[in-house]
């Protein structure tokens, strides 16, 4: 006969085995839950003094965007702020994005001005070559750097002078929601989303810390006052980054002054990419740059070949041995702790595909998201400082100069 206490022995310590073997997957999501902040929402509106408001010069870089242009200017002119222009800086687009741009009404802007971007200059990219031309055609005593596919609620400006205000920040970045409206979106942008979250968990608390590499911006909303992005010598002072948002933020931080960030979910949207192809064009220009930006020179050298090990390890292993399993490989522990992993998988990108405002039901293809986010990854990788974007080529500068 079977000696059951023998049995439930083994079986106890396969299970054992089996928890032990999965504490990373449980650690990421008990790290998603307990550990990751999305940063505090802004004040309302009403916490605005309208009476003593500054005004304010929007300030939208633009190349190639036919397809979200009018939205993102019509959405501004309906903001409630007494004194707003908006600056398009059309980058030397080759399709009809200026045109677009100068058939949307006023509204309540006090003008809507659209540049014939210059020609770009040595030493500098596209967006910050346009950001620094809006600046010198600014009014505004506030300038606001936004992206040309962002959507901006009525209040938006009301709320964020008031954060600014309230914080005192020299630098103020707003994080919103992002519009994930097809496949590829729902599959791939939680993958993304998430790694970052893994290096910047509590956004808001880390941009106030002493560590000027903490320091991070979303760029499709920056706004500071027109003397603090003077005195850090504005978007010349990182005219040759890809990731200039974070090179500002760290810039300002470096310099003393204050960043902070904040949250306007309801008011503030951004559609990012519309397709497999812009997902991975998008990304792969600046995903690798700015994960080095981000960390010392003595882990540069070992962050990449790691990041990528960990990426597999987590996501793609998991499924790729469940299928082995299944057809004998491995046997029985494999077999389970496979499964394991891989349901643990899904709950994790079930629950940020959620957070995100996505259906939770894509954390079940999640493999298929991580196999594109893996390849987005190598080929910014492999590509280093070779940069393609809206059909420009850059060579960066080498990572080793870079602080």
């Known amino acids: 006969m079977l000696d059951m206490a023998q049995v439930l022995r083994t079986l106890s310590q396969a299970h054992m085995t089996i928890l032990l073997l999965t504490l990373p997957w449980i650690g990421v999501l008990v790290f998603l839950i307990f550990v990751v902040r999305v940063p505090s929402e802004l004040p309302e509106a009403g916490a605005l003094d309208g009476e003593s408001a500054p005004s304010i010069s929007v300030i939208i870089p633009a190349r190639n965007e036919r397809s979200n242009i009018a939205n993102c200017i019509a959405s501004l002119t309906r903001t409630d702020y007494?004194?707003?222009?908006?600056?398009?800086?059309?980058?030397?687009?080759?399709?009809?994005?200026?045109?677009?741009?100068?058939?949307?009404?006023?509204?309540?802007?006090?003008?809507?001005?659209?540049?014939?971007?210059?020609?770009?200059?040595?030493?500098?990219?596209?967006?910050?070559?346009?950001?620094?031309?809006?600046?010198?055609?600014?009014?505004?005593?506030?300038?606001?750097?936004?992206?040309?596919?962002?959507?901006?609620?009525s209040l938006l400006l009301r709320r964020a002078v008031a954060g600014l205000q309230e914080d005192g920040a020299d630098l103020l970045t707003v994080l919103g929601r992002q519009l994930m409206e097809s496949f590829w979106e729902r599959l791939v942008q939680p993958q993304i989303?998430?790694?970052?979250?893994?290096?910047?968990?509590?956004?808001?608390?880390?941009?106030?810390?002493?560590?000027?590499?903490?320091?991070?911006?979303?760029?499709?909303?920056?706004?500071?006052?027109?003397?603090?992005?003077?005195?850090?010598?504005?978007?010349?002072?990182?005219?040759?980054?890809?990731?200039?948002?974070?090179?500002?933020?760290?810039?300002?931080?470096?310099?003393?002054?204050?960043?902070?960030?904040?949250?306007?979910?309801?008011?503030?949207?951004?559609?990012?990419?519309?397709?497999?192809?812009?997902?991975?064009?998008?990304?792969?220009?600046?995903?690798?740059?700015?994960?080095?930006?981000?960390?010392?020179?003595?882990?540069?050298?070992?962050?990449?070949?790691?990041?990528?090990?960990?990426?597999?390890?987590?996501?793609?292993?998991?499924?790729?041995?469940?299928?082995?399993?299944?057809f004998g490989f491995g046997g029985p522990l494999l077999l389970q702790w496979a499964g394991a992993a891989y349901l643990l998988s899904v709950v994790v990108f079930s629950l940020f595909t959620a957070i995100m405002k996505g259906p939770p039901a894509y954390g079940l293809l999640y493999p298929l998201g991580a196999a594109v986010g893996s390849f987005i990854f190598l080929r910014s990788w492999v590509r280093g400082r070779n940069v393609e974007w809206k059909g420009r080529k850059y060579t960066l500068r080498d990572i080793a100069e870079i602080p």
């Open 82 to 153: 007494p004194d707003f222009e908006i600056i398009v800086v059309d980058d030397r687009s080759e399709d009809d994005t200026a045109a677009i741009a100068r058939s949307v009404a006023v509204g309540q802007a006090s003008r809507i001005l659209v540049m014939d971007g210059a020609e770009l200059p040595d030493g500098w990219l596209g967006k910050p070559w346009a950001c620094w031309q809006g600046v010198g055609a600014a009014a505004g005593e506030i300038l606001l750097f936004t992206d040309a596919d962002t959507t901006h609620g």
């Open 193 to 326: 989303f998430l790694a970052m979250m893994l290096r910047f968990p509590r956004v808001e608390a880390l941009v106030q810390n002493d560590d000027w590499r903490d320091a991070i911006a979303n760029g499709q909303f920056i706004m500071m006052p027109r003397a603090s992005y003077h005195a850090i010598g504005g978007h010349e002072a990182v005219r040759g980054e890809v990731v200039e948002d974070m090179a500002l933020a760290q810039t300002v931080k470096r310099a003393g002054f204050k960043v902070r960030a904040r949250s306007a979910k309801q008011d503030f949207a951004t559609r990012m990419y519309r397709s497999l192809p812009d997902l991975i064009e998008g990304w792969s220009k600046n995903i690798v740059m700015g994960g080095l930006q981000s960390v010392p020179h003595a882990i540069r050298p070992i962050i990449l070949p790691l990041s990528l090990l960990a990426g597999i390890g987590l996501w793609i292993a998991p499924p790729v041995l469940l299928v082995a399993a299944a």
